[in-house]
């Protein structure tokens, strides 16, 4: 559920994950938390990124499942739920080669005794991140199996000590897809939630991308061959044309980087958008006999249009990028 359900509106999502049966909702930050809580969720929420310690109160009170990376954080989040009266769940989380959170190996066994042995803490979890278990290269399938076997060895040596791991999850997206040895008790599946197949390959069971980013045209104009449209004139009418006005830009989420290189659908058929793509209007190009009215609708990515997996694709990002990248000021509507 993290950046606002990937940009899709977190509580309708939460509602729907909840309903399709998730057993519990990831999110990146203590306040993405209480949105949730504040939203009346009730299930188990885990927060994957380190906060600050000076948010343990709120992580206390909003009955958030923090993952633990490290022997100061343990310590902290034990004082001030025993201070408080309460006995929390948390999940060690270790690196074994994503290289971002995470304790190294080597001292995970140290961290979960820490854990066990602190009376306000419930060893609840563990769980490991991939670095590229969406790629089907030789040498990525071959570095996500070398994460699962130093898993594998962090989960004995934990056991080894007479300590139970709890809930053991490491999949995201990619290794829902390719790595199935990688499920263990729980996946925490993003991006192919909104329908998109996270791998090169062909996914084996389909998705379609729920979001589609709607608008209407507001303007038309006649435009003179060699007249300019937009900021930086990047775009001349190469003869007369019609241009219409669609009132969404960079701040809606519509990259900048698509400007004179994306097309848009209105009416069953695709028009480029020409000219800079500005804060909050972007111009699509008609052609002289243009059919289109005012007030037609205009897909700019998913529905029929490419979608944002396109979009992103076209100008070097990642669809994550592009959903996440929607602002609050677009309005959300949910169709069953
Ligand atoms: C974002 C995130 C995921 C989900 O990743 P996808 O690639 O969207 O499936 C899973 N685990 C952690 C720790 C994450 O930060």
């Not at 209407?216 to 004139?233: A, D, M, P, T």
Request: glycine content about 8%; overall charge negative.
């Amino acid at each position: 559920m993290k950046a606002g359900a990937y940009g899709h509106g977190v509580l309708p999502i939460a509602r729907a994950a909840i309903e399709a049966g998730a057993y519990c909702l990831a999110v990146a930050t203590v306040d993405e938390g209480v949105e949730l809580r504040l939203g009346g969720i009730d299930a188990p929420i885990l927060l994957l990124s380190q906060p600050m310690f000076d948010e343990i109160p709120r992580i206390l009170d909003n009955r958030l499942i923090t993952m633990v990376s490290d022997i100061d954080y343990a310590e902290a989040l034990n004082r001030q739920a025993a201070a408080a009266g309460l006995i929390i769940p948390v999940h060690l989380k270790v690196d074994t080669g994503m290289g971002r959170m995470g304790c190294p190996t080597s001292s995970a066994p140290d961290l979960a005794r820490c854990i066990a042995g602190c009376t306000a803490l419930k060893y609840d979890g563990t769980a490991t991140h991939f670095a590229s278990s969406d790629s089907a290269r030789p040498d990525d399938i071959a570095y996500t199996r070398q994460q699962l076997e130093r898993f594998h060895q962090v989960l004995n040596d934990i056991r080894a000590l007479g300590l139970d791991p709890g809930i053991v999850h490491a999949a995201n997206s990619g290794a829902v897809l390719l790595h199935p040895d990688s499920w263990f008790d729980m996946v925490r599946p993003g991006i192919l939630l909104y329908g998109y197949n996270a791998v090169s390959e062909a996914c084996p069971f389909p998705v379609q991308p729920v979001m589609e980013l709607r608008s209407n045209i507001v303007f038309i104009k006649q435009v003179k061959k060699g007249e300019s449209l937009s900021y930086g004139r990047t775009w001349q009418a190469p003869h007369d044309t019609v241009a219409a006005v669609i009132p969404a830009g960079y701040a809606d989420g519509l990259p900048r980087l698509a400007s004179n290189r994306w097309q848009v659908l209105i009416n069953d058929r695709l028009y480029p958008l020409t000219g800079n793509i500005c804060m909050d209007q972007c111009l699509a190009d008609l052609g002289p006999e243009t059919t289109v009215k005012r007030w037609d609708e205009v897909s700019l990515f998913g529905g029929k249009a490419p979608d944002a997996a396109k979009l992103a694709a076209t100008i070097g990002t990642i669809p994550y990028e592009i959903t996440c990248n929607i602002n609050k000021r677009v309005p959300r509507v949910y169709i069953e």
